[in-house]
């Protein structure tokens, strides 16, 4: 059974960093995209990051150049870089990834950004 784990969530302070990891695990033949999500409370789920296999990225507009998406194919991990944190990045992030050609979510981790 394929699992995803996500880690590295927590409290920080505005202009502070986080790296939030995502590992996969279980009988694994192929990783296509990867991806990490966030929900607001009261919000829609929004994509804020993703990174296709052969490693090209794409990032909302509000994380560019704040956030960095890699992943590590020999790990089976993706990983979210979050530098600058203000208080609109509070949310919970997800994790998913496309593996052997199905959808796949992590269970979330918090991310809160106060002072």
């Known amino acids: 059974q394929v699992r995803l784990v996500e880690s590295g969530g927590g409290l920080v302070q505005p202009g502070g960093s986080l790296r939030l990891s995502c590992a996969a695990s279980g009988s694994i033949f192929s990783i296509g995209v990867m991806d990490w999500y966030r929900q607001a409370p009261g919000k829609q789920r929004e994509l804020v990051a993703a990174i296709i296999n052969g490693g090209t990225t794409n990032y909302r507009d509000s994380v560019k150049g704040r956030f960095t998406i890699s992943r590590d194919n020999a790990k089976n991990t993706v990983y979210l870089q979050m530098n600058r944190l203000g208080p609109e990045d509070t949310a919970v992030y997800y994790c998913?990834?496309?593996?052997?050609?199905?959808?796949?979510w992590g269970q979330g981790t918090q991310v809160t950004v106060s002072s």
């Open positions: 998913h990834a496309v593996i052997n050609f199905s959808n796949y």
